[in-house]
Nanobody
Framework: QVQLVESGGGLVQPGGSLRLSCAAS????????MGWYRQAPGKQRELVAT???????SYADSVKGRFTISRDNAKNTVYLEMNSLKPEDTAVYYC????????????????WGQGTLVTVSS
């Protein structure tokens, strides 16, 4: 069994910064692409940023230049650095791994974390 656990959410004022972390646990051999998604109240879940196992990144237009995704493969952890936060960034942020291979040879597809709430408000 593998698990993703997010942390780092909270309340921040407009213009402020937060850093989200997502740590994978279990008998992990390798994690392929990882990403951050978010879901605001009353809206559908949307893609925020992705990063491949080799470090290539992509971003939603709404966060380009403000958010940075990174990963530490040795720690099985992905990060989301969020700067210049706006009220419209308020949402539950979810971590995703598109595929996780374990030391036992098991492959887990589309693994999700439980989410962490980010609230941007004065």
């Amino acid at each position: 069994q593998v698990q993703l656990v997010e942390s780092g959410g909270g309340l921040v004022q407009p213009g402020g910064s937060l850093r989200l972390s997502c740590a994978a646990s279990g008998s992990i051999f390798t994690i392929y692409a990882m990403g951050w998604y978010r879901q605001a109240p009353g809206k559908q879940r949307e893609l925020v940023a992705t990063i491949t196992s080799g470090g290539s990144t992509s971003y939603a237009d709404s966060v380009k230049g403000r958010f940075t995704i990174s990963r530490d493969n040795a720690k099985n952890t992905v990060y989301l650095e969020m700067n210049s936060l706006k009220p419209e960034d308020t949402a539950v942020y979810y971590c995703n791994a598109d595929r996780i291979a374990t030391l036992l040879g098991t492959q887990y597809l589309e693994v999700w974390g439980q989410g962490t709430l980010v609230t941007v408000s004065s």
